[in-house]
């Protein structure tokens, strides 16, 4: 039986984001290993309107390569909304001509919004790909149910975001306390919101021995940097920039908690990479992020734009050390149960054999 060839298609690993670290995790895999052939072409950049268009279309050349000369049994597309939607809709329509499958599988936050404000033209393009397509992978159930709400007919399946479980571990002794953002500085990411908070908290008197560090870029880092001087936080609040690899590890392993306010999510890989390292976490209850912030148990669910709320919960982590270390355990031992990757490339390689069954 001859291995089943996956090609997979998305960012460009300079991309910054949650998409490109999905990629990354799923093409360092030792695919060979499980019986499949992966290869990877990228299909977006970060880059000018001109340069984008100009990479894809060299891209759908290469894409129409393979299927001439290297047939794959299942394309993997990871897709987003908007421009992402339409370069996956082309992809999609070339794979129906060749008679190659496809899996999709959604990461974009504000799909429903999107989908919500298209015209009826778009949203008949996007309930195709979404009834098209041989399998479409959502993070959770309530982006399961929103996908079939939108499509009925859609064939999801449900494979939440994963981590690989580090040895290290967090600890707070009750001292310093840091707490982190990661993730690209844009307005839905809700760090304005953050700013406020800590705000709050100073004119209590609580951020003495506290550091807030917003790990990330994109286009609201002036913004914020001027919000941050303008309530007076440069004193604890610093601006780590784009952080990955080494840099990235040394400041979870550094951080006591992870904050994320923001107003749209699917299942963040920040908050899977807190919980490895036994991280509590704050963030807004959206997308599927409930499944691995436990109110109570590994850390607070708030409501987008609630700074209120978001002040207090940070307090509340740091209540005592008793309270931190159960809350930290409890972060530790869900990432390992429900988010190991482990088991999340078993269920992709299930995936991917089952979507292209006409591998002999």
Known sequence: M??????????????????????????????????????????YIEAGALKKSLFFAAAYVKICGEMLFHRPDVVHMHMSYKGSFRRKYLIHKLCRRFGVRDVVHLHGSEFQKWYDASDEGLQAEIRTLLRESSAFLVL????????????????????????????????????????????????????????????????????????VVIAGSGEEEDALRQQCTALGLDGCVT?????????????LEQSHLLVLPS??????????????YGMPVVSTDVGDISA??????????????????????????????????????????LAEAQFSDTTYFDQMKQCYRTTGDNVE
């Not at 601006?239 to 400041?251: C, N, P, Q, V």
């Open 292 to 333: 691995a912030v436990r109110e109570g148990e590994n850390g607070w669910l708030i409501q987008p734009g609630d700074a209120a709320a978001l002040a207090d919960r940070i307090r509340r982590v740091f209540d005592s050390r008793e309270g931190y270390q159960a809350m930290s355990d409890a972060s530790r031992a």
């Open 140 to 211: 959770g159930e309530k982006w399961n149910r929103t996908i079939r709400a939108i499509e009925p007919e859609t064939n999801t399946v449900v494979v939440s975001n994963t981590v690989h479980i580090p040895p290290e571990r967090v600890h707070w002794d009750g001292g310093r306390k840091q707490v982190l953002f990661l993730g690209v500085l844009i307005k839905r990411k809700g760090v304005h919101d953050l700013l406020e908070a800590v705000r709050l908290l100073q004119e209590r008197g609580e951020t003495a021995d506290m550091q």
């Open 263 to 276: 107003y749209n999510e699917g299942l963040p890989i920040a908050i899977l990479e807190a919980i490895s």
């Open 2 to 43: 001859r291995k089943t060839r996956v090609l997979m298609v998305g960012n460009h690993p300079s991309a910054k984001g949650g998409i490109t670290s999905v990629i990354s995790q799923l093409l360092a895999h030792d695919w060979d290993a499980d019986g499949i052939e992966m290869r990877f072409i990228p299909t």
């Open 239 to 251: 601006f780590a920039g784009w952080t990955d690899s080494e840099k990235k590890r040394d400041l």
